[in-house]
């Protein structure tokens, strides 16, 4: 089987559905039970607690969903994996080719996996690939990232 590939990355539809029914819940109860907190005056500290751990979910799970959907510059929408090297194609039209110290991390209930390594410029980089972005590619994919596991 061949160790080389270039596959196109998707966005996530379904995966995203699966998010917003994780965040929009969380999110919701946060804020609710921080207002009430902070306008029942007697205990305003668990109120303001509630409401930044609401808004610190809302940022993280907005940027999950922007991922998935590659909708962000940094987004990677195709990856070509060499002997040497792991490229990806950003979104930004910028080429990524992680060189050194490149690390494959499969999640055990084989929905998605991590990927990360080092530049030419010596910056790290780490990515989380999701099952459904690859379709029909998955298996393929993670048989050539098989040498980089970490």
Request: proline fraction near 4%; hydrophobic fraction near 45%.
């Amino acid at each position: 089987m061949p160790r080389e590939i270039k596959a196109a990355l998707a966005p996530d539809k379904r995966g995203v559905i699966w998010d917003l029914l994780l965040y929009v819940p969380t999110v919701s109860f946060l804020w609710l039970y921080g207002l009430r907190f902070w306008y029942a005056g007697t205990q305003q500290w668990l109120g303001y607690l509630l409401m930044f751990l609401g808004t610190f979910f809302l940022l993280a799970g907005a940027h999950r969903i922007a991922g998935r959907l590659l909708l962000t510059a940094k987004s990677p929408v195709a990856i070509e994996i060499t002997k040497k090297a792991v490229r990806l194609h950003l979104k930004s039209g910028e080429v990524l080719s992680l060189l050194r110290d490149v690390r494959f991390y499969p999640d055990t209930a084989d929905r998605s996996f991590g990927l990360s390594g080092i530049d030419g410029t010596g910056e790290r980089h780490q990515f989380v690939i999701h099952r459904n972005q690859l379709g029909d590619n998955w298996e393929a994919v993670k048989h050539a990232l098989s040498p980089f596991r970490a």
